[in-house]
């Protein structure tokens, strides 16, 4: 049984430069506001037509300084997400044959509040259909097919729908949403892998783990390695443990991961590669982060 996850409200990051040089004053009336929005916002569970006034009231008692340009507030709705390890990084899990065995026993260790997954399992529509309920079921995360325009967000799994292509779109800095097309099937598969890849070469880039699991057939080994010059960590299940090694050991022929592990050490490997994120590209927890420290040293 799920549990709803408590939010916590975060600064944009690009102000962050900017908020040494404010008073005492106004740091005191800004933590007020956002502890009392806090409370409010996990009482009605977030729900953005009944935070809009409480957000324009804290937006307004920010300096003008911290305004990312006209229109553009320093709090806003998307910043309201439950945090995890203060990372931002997209999971990607992808295989075929012998993949919903591999799939489950990653996903059953991950926590509630994981970081965005889209999961690829390439099998029949009624197959994917039973696989996303079981997992929704077994998991802590939520669990679902993927739609059209969908966000990626933590503690939820995205699965693709078979037959068509799921891609990624940046929305914003640090916000992404995946995007479903029909499309001609790419190395005998749709979804494929190397769609998705590709996609996320050129958005999400060194942030993202990508994990090519069992499997036979080429979808997967040229995307996993545009992902590995991009940045991104990749990883493949090893030969040994793999039900179809096919799969994971041309990527591994290709250099296309940056390790290749048992099963069984590939969720905390995952999960430790996502929270490895930059410091400059951690969202800042307005109540948590910097608030506290700066009343504790202000005299």
């Known amino acids: 049984m799920k549990h709803k996850q408590d939010v916590s409200l975060y600064l944009n990051r690009d102000t962050r430069n900017q908020k040494r040089g404010a008073e005492t004053n106004v740091f005191k009336n800004i933590l007020a506001l956002a502890q009392n929005l806090l409370a409010k916002i996990n009482r009605i569970n977030c729900q953005p037509e ?12 920010m300096p003008l300084s911290w305004q990312m ?10 910043h309201c997400l439950p945090p995890i390890h203060e990372a931002s990084k997209i999971i990607v899990l992808g295989a075929n044959v012998g993949g919903t065995q591999a799939i489950s026993h990653i996903l059953e260790q991950f926590p509630a509040n994981c970081p965005p997954v889209i999961v690829v399992q390439q099998s029949s529509p009624a197959a994917t259909a039973a696989f996303a309920a079981l997992l929704n079921q ?8 993927a739609s059209d325009k969908d966000l990626l967000r933590q503690g939820h799994v995205l699965v693709a729908p078979p037959g068509r292509h799921i891609m990624v779109q940046a929305m914003r800095p640090g916000q992404f949403r995946v995007l479903l097309e029909q499309g001609l099937k790419i190395n005998f ?7 998705l890849f590709k ?3 050129d958005t999400v880039c060194e942030k993202a783990v990508c994990a090519v699991l069992t499997g036979a057939g080429d979808d997967g080994v040229q995307g996993l390695a545009l992902m590995r010059a991009a940045g991104a960590h990749t990883v493949v299940q090893s030969r040994e443990t793999a039900h179809m090694p096919g799969l994971p050991g041309k990527c591994e022929h290709a250099d296309a991961a940056c ?10 490997h995952i999960l430790e590669a996502a929270s490895q994120v930059p410091e400059e590209d951690r969202l800042l927890p307005l109540d948590q982060f910097w608030l506290p420290s700066i009343f504790t040293n202000a005299s």
């Open 259 to 268: 390790a290749s592990l048992p099963l069984k050490q590939l969720a905390d």
């Open 199 to 201: 996609s996320m070469a």
């Open 189 to 195: 598969q749709r979804p494929s892998l190397d769609v």
């Open 138 to 145: 077994r998991c802590a995360p939520s669990v679902a097919i």
């Open 50 to 61: 009944l935070l809009s006034p409480h957000l324009v009231e804290l937006n307004q008692a």
């Open 69 to 78: 340009g006209p229109g553009d507030p320093a709090v806003s709705f998307q």
